[in-house]
């Protein structure tokens, strides 16, 4: 697939090349074709003994015509469905057929508001809604990630990623909080600031709030929070701390727990809203300004899945879940906090809530059904900026 995909977008060697019919639909497939490729290279190697060049090859192309072939008779229908062929064009379809099975398609010619009411939307109320799809490397684009320090030690000497003399700003999450780290990188670098990143990949950054009871990741979660709320904060001594991370609220995400024996009879909205509380309080206590990142929508589908085998970006507006239980909670506590303030970036990502664009001026916004691109976090630097401005203009350190 990322042969393909260079190909397409290859420079003066191939010119002419990726522009013909044939390497433009691979192009748009290459997405399929990557997901695809491995199950058939696993079968392989169970039932035939051939060389690893040979193997390639033939999963390569086998994979390739898997992924036409679900392209055909999976995505494309379950876009636009014979039912709808007959609703005028300017009815959004909001869902789309994923390429990759964990995702949930939905088939709906109307967005669900967070009330619970219908609403029908004008494609020509939806920017960028008509802009051609990009060619871009969609697997690429599907998995990259900024990098982070390691955080490891219990002083936080090794979280730190930028150092400047004017303070520090600390930032705990998970992979949400991840992909804020460009944005995060140049707000501290414009105020000669340091920054920290207290990264714990599927570990929510609420203390006592772990997953599947028993589990590695429960376990993994617990040591690593440990860590970050028995010291490592007050050794880092940040100016402004900044959460951010995965709704923990939402269900089919797999389960939650917590080692806190008062907490462990409680459902699971109860649980997170427990848990946000009193880790908001807990960071209160240390006297420093606190920027919650309140949890981005989740769609309820992979756009990337979409766009890769798309013509438009109307064919890939999805539709997002109603706000969850942490902006509830986490809105609450900063009402009645002078240190704990919160920032919505909903209609930054997502301008037309509840139908989210896929592309806006020209950038795609996610990578999957929850994660930013790279490339938009970084359109939300000049947001951030304003809200660590904001809480250090309030400080009284």
Known sequence: AGLITSLELGGSAATGVPSRPTMRYLGRISYGTYLWHW????????????????????????????????????????RIPSRLDRLPRST????????????????????????????????DTVPGADVAVPDLDWPELAVAVPEVPACE???????????????????????????????????????GMSLAVDFSQGCPWQYQLLGDPGGDKARRCAVRRELTYGGRIESIDPDVIVVAGFPASVEGRGEMSTPNPEWQDLDRPSLVERATTSSLNRLADLGVPILVIEPLPHLDANPISCLS????????IIAAHPEGTEERAEREIAA??????????????????????????????????????????????????????????????
């Open 92 to 123: 959004i379809v909001a869902g789309v057929a994923p390429a990759d099975s964990g995702d949930e398609v939905v088939d709906e010619s109307t967005v669900r508001q967070p009330s619970g009411q219908s609403e029908e939307r004008s494609i």
């Open 153 to 191: 030690q219990p002083d936080g000497s090794d979280c730190v990623v930028t150092t400047g003399a004017q303070g520090t700003l600390l930032l705990i999450g998970d992979s949400h909080a991840r992909m804020l780290i460009p944005a995060f990188t140049e707000v501290a670098s414009e105020r």
């Open 336 to 397: 009645s906090s002078d240190l704990i303030s919160t920032l919505d970036l909903d209609r930054a990502t997502c301008p037309t809530l509840p139908a989210c664009q896929p592309i806006i001026d020209g950038i795609v916004v996610r990578r999957d059904p929850h994660h930013l691109t790279i490339e938009f976090a970084e359109t939300l630097t000049d947001t951030i900026a304003d809200a660590v401005e904001g809480l250090l203009a309030t400080s009284t350190r």
């Open 39 to 78: 199950p058939v290279l696993v079968l392989l190697d169970v039932v035939v003994d051939m060389g690893p060049v040979s193997a390639l090859v033939v999963s390569g192309v086998v994979g390739t015509a898997l992924a036409a072939l679900s392209v055909e008779i999976i995505e494309r229908p379950a």
């Open 309 to 316: 085998a798309a013509a438009m970006a109307s064919e890939c």
